[in-house]
T-cell receptor, first 112, second 113 residues
Framework: GAGVSQSPRYKVAKRGQDVALRCDPI?????LFWYQQALGQGPEFLTY????????KSGLPSDRFFAERPEGSVSTLKIQRTQQEDSAVYLC??????????FGPGTRLTVL | DAKTTQPPSMDCAEGRAANLPCNHS???????VYWYRQIHSQGPQYIIH???NNETNEMASLIITEDRKSSTLILPHATLRDTAVYYC??????????????FGPGTRLSVLP
C-alpha cells in the first residue's frame, strides 16, 4: 500500500513568511509524529497526535510552530514568520498504534 | 529513554557483511531495540527491531546480547545501495502511546566497490 507522503518536497520561503507543510499518513494509522532534522543531525521530535488529539507538543521550538490534524488523518505543520534557523527537513511519521513508525520523504524548508 | 552509542562511521566492502554495533547499556527490560537507516535525501526507513531474541528479516539480522546492553545490526551482503546513516534507537512503545523516537547521530556506513 501507499506509504506516508509529504508535500511539498521542497519549500523556499523568505524570512517572515508563513509556510504550511502537509503530511498524509498511512491509512488507518492512529499515531502521527512530526520531526525536525537539521543538516547532518538525526531527526528531533516536534509533536505527536493520537487521531485528532495533539497529545504532546513539547518539541515545538517556539509558538511560531503550530500543528493540526482535524479529522485524524491528514496533518499540517504551520510555521509563522519563518526565521533562518527554521531551515531544516521536516519529517512526518505514522504508526498503527504505538509501535513501528513509518516515515515520509520529508519537506526540505529553506528560509532565505 | 535509554541513550545509545554508535561509531560515527564505518566502511564495508561491497558483497561483504556489514556489522554495525550499538551500545545501550541503560536499556530497560521493556524497551525494544529498533534500527532505521536514512539514505541521502530520504526519510528514515525501518529495518528491524527486537526485544530479547535475535531477529532476521529480508533486510538484515539483529543480534542482541544476553544482557541486552548492546546489539549488532548485520547486513549479510552489503551493496552500494546500503550506503546510508544507520540509527539504533531504544523504544518503550507497546502500551505507551505517543512515545517518540529519540535519534542519535547514527553510524554513516559507506559501502565501497
Amino acid at each position: 500500500g501507499a506509504g506516508v507522503s509529504q508535500s511539498p518536497r521542497y519549500k523556499v520561503a523568505k524570512r517572515g513568511q508563513d509556510v504550511a507543510l502537509r503530511c498524509d499518513p498511512i491509512s488507518g494509522h492512529v499515531s502521527l509524529f512530526w520531526y525536525q532534522q537539521a543538516l547532518g543531525q538525526g531527526p528531533e521530535f516536534l509533536t505527536y497526535f493520537q487521531n485528532e488529539a495533539q497529545l504532546d507538543k513539547s518539541g515545538l521550538p517556539s509558538d511560531r510552530f503550530f500543528a493540526e490534524r482535524p479529522e485524524g488523518s491528514v496533518s499540517t505543520l504551520k510555521i509563522q514568520r519563518t526565521q533562518q534557523e527554521d531551515s531544516a527537513v521536516y519529517l512526518c511519521a505514522s504508526s498503527l498504534a504505538h509501535d513501528t513508525q513509518y516515515f515520509g520523504p520529508g519537506t526540505r524548508l529553506t528560509v532565505l | 529513554d535509554a541513550k545509545t552509542t554508535q561509531p560515527p562511521s564505518m566502511d564495508c566492502a561491497e558483497g561483504r557483511a556489514a556489522n554495525l554495533p550499538c551500545n545501550h547499556s541503560t536499556i530497560s527490560g521493556n524497551e525494544y531495540v529498533y534500527w532505521y537507516r536514512q539514505i541521502h535525501s530520504q526519510g528514515p526507513q525501518y529495518i528491524i527491531h527486537g526485544l530479547k531474541n535475535n531477529e532476521t528479516n529480508e533486510m538484515a539480522s539483529l543480534i542482541i546480547t544476553e544482557d541486552r546492553k548492546s546489539s549488532t545490526l548485520i547486513l549479510p551482503h552489503a551493496t552500494l545501495r546500503d550506503t546510508a546513516v544507520y540509527y539504533c534507537i531504544v523504544f518503550r512503545g507497546y502500551g505507551n502511546y505517543g512515545q517518540n523516537f529519540v535519534f542519535g547521530p547514527g553510524t554513516r556506513l559507506s559501502v565501497l566497490p
